[in-house]
């Protein structure tokens, strides 16, 4: 039932989630930058993380529609609170050492704060759900994959020049910045249940 909506969340464009370490081509500068946004990002790619799994833990067909809301709701809310978080951390970091590096800054906030605002509203709308007709039920979780895979494919070119070239190199250096692994689903009570069914580290391994 769920499954098209995971799919669509685990191929999200997320900041910084997508590096890899390499080799040290960055000046002193652009490192103590990396350093100080990677140092407040972690906490954030963790929610983000265990949001992702809490969401696959529901894929189940026989997975009951108040259940997926329950847990999507909780995701969804969790995902944009982090997305708030990732565009202060890009704000309070200043603009990187680069050319070009405030405009950069200036855009990449806003497009987090629109991801934010996205997800939120994906949120009220699953909220709003008619969990008792399950056909009618999937046929919203359908829709709602297809908005979720234009808030993906949307609004990330500042998000990844932020992290190319110079910039990118020293992101990909900080432990902080490297993709976690789901070590629970979201800490809100709703989406307790999907604990039941496989643990959220098995269900995060193999994303992109």
Known sequence: MNKKLAAALSGGAVLVLTLSGCSDDSDNK?????????????????KIANANAAIEQQTDDQSKPADVQKTDSAAFQQISQAYKELGKAVQSAGAPPVDGGETTQKEAVKELN??????????????????????????????????????????????????????????????????PTASAPPASGP??????????????????
């Open 114 to 179: 629109a991801a934010s605002v996205s997800y939120a509203d994906l949120k009220t709308k699953v909220d709003e759900f008619d969990t008792k007709d399950q056909a009618k039920f999937a046929d919203s979780l359908n829709g709602l994959a297809d908005e979720l895979t234009k808030i993906s494919n949307n609004g990330d070119q500042a998000l990844n020049k932020l992290q190319s070239g110079e910039v990118g190199s020293a992101m990909a250096k900080q432990k902080g910045c490297q993709k």
């Open 30 to 46: 652009v490192n103590d930058w990396a350093k100080k946004f990677c140092d407040q990002v972690q906490p954030q790619l963790q």
């Open 191 to 208: 989406s307790a249940p999907a604990s039941k069914s496989a643990s959220p580290s098995a269900s995060a391994s193999g994303k992109s």
